[in-house]
């Protein structure tokens, strides 16, 4: 999924669907790094890295936020902040923080991962969490925290099942958090706000770096006395930054610019979706094409490496295992779809 790039092939022109990450910097986020007003955040005195902040606070309902570095530190620090050694987080197969963490919970925070299957959506199923939760006994971990994801591999979670989810985690006296790395695609794809969205939880991680196109970032937000405890155990992992306000900045300029056009990288999957979807060897579930992404099978195959024939066409892309997941993002616009539908066109036939 994560496939490397032979380093002849970067360049500003070539059309990558491997992530939403790969897209670059704007000239107007530049512009905003370059102008930010900046100070030592580790000291507190970084003012863009406050403002951000403050805004995805706001943006998600939560009273307090803290700027880190990646998504995966952010996960890594909600759950060092929920949760002690010997104590256990309930999760999903599948979810980034179960599979694509490197298990750092585990490894630095002596914190047990328990993965529950979610269903075809990618929701945890009550009664599975409910039965998960362990009772006071010294055989085992204690249960402290649930985790979700929304969105999870590009499909919007349903409301009502988060809160049922949330419900049996309350009743059980579990916290929880939500990797809402594309939670704002979520919100856009079905017009609610992020803070609907998120009510039911008590963090929250979202990511600057990715459909919101901001080079680096993430921010983590929930209640004064969490985000304290956030706050030193980013220093512990190393995640204290000092002049972040010029990374701020690009989170600042994204939030203001970037967000109501995720609805375009949406309507992009899912035009170009379509088209593939009527090549002979193209398997796409299109109910489950819901936001940027579209995961699909390939039931044939031409001759030789795929991501090798796309790549002389000017297309990054994985390899397909059959499957294999394209993304859309900012970088990526609906001039670029027939290219890409052709290259699948012409390596099937
Ligand atoms: C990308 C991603 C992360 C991790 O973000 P990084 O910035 O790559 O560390 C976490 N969760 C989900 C769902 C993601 O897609």
Not at 114 to 121: A, G, K, N, V, W
Request: charged share 25%.
């Amino acid at each position: 999924m994560y496939a490397t790039l032979p380093k002849l092939a970067v360049s500003n022109h070539l059309i990558d669907l491997r992530s939403d990450t790969v897209s670059r910097p704007s000239k107007g986020m530049r512009e905003a790094m370059a102008s930010a007003d900046v100070g030592d955040d580790v000291y507190g005195d970084d003012p863009t890295v406050t403002a951000l902040e403050e805004q995805v606070a706001d943006l998600l309902g939560k009273e307090e936020a803290l700027f880190v570095a990646s998504g995966t530190q952010s996960n890594l620090i909600a759950l060092l902040s929920h949760c002690g050694r010997g104590e256990e987080y309930i999760g999903g197969v599948g979810y980034h923080i179960a599979k694509y963490e490197a298990g750092g919970a585990a490894v630095l925070g002596g914190i047990s991962p328990r993965h529950l299957t979610p269903d075809e959506s990618g929701a945890l199923v009550p009664e599975e969490i409910e039965a998960a939760v362990q009772p006071d006994d010294p055989h085992f971990a204690i249960s402290r925290l649930l985790c979700l994801e929304n969105t999870f591999n590009g499909r919007v979670q349903d409301q009502a099942k988060i809160e049922a989810a949330c419900a049996v985690a309350r009743d059980n006296g579990l916290s929880i958090h939500i990797d809402g790395a594309r939670l704002l695609n979520a919100a856009v794809a079905i017009g609610r706000s992020a803070q609907e969205l998120v009510a039911p939880v008590d963090t929250v991680s979202l990511c600057l770096s990715k459909g919101l196109g901001a080079p680096v970032g993430s921010v983590l937000a929930g209640p004064k006395d969490f985000i304290a405890k956030a706050r030193r155990n980013r220093k512990m992992v190393g995640g204290g930054l000092r002049q972040s306000g010029v990374l701020a900045a690009c989170g600042l300029y994204a939030l203001h610019n970037n967000v109501e056009r995720l609805a375009d990288d949406h309507a992009n999957a899912r035009a170009m979706a379509q088209k593939l979807t009527e090549i002979d060897g193209v398997e796409i579930d299109m109910n489950s094409v819901q936001t940027n992404m579209i995961w699909l099978r390939l039931s044939k195959r031409g001759e030789g490496s795929f991501s090798t024939y796309m790549l002389e066409r000017g297309i990054i892309i994985g390899e397909p295992d059959p499957g294999m997941r394209l993304v859309c993002h900012l970088d990526f616009s609906a001039d670029d779809i027939d290219k890409v539908v052709d290259g699948f066109a012409g390596w099937l036939r």
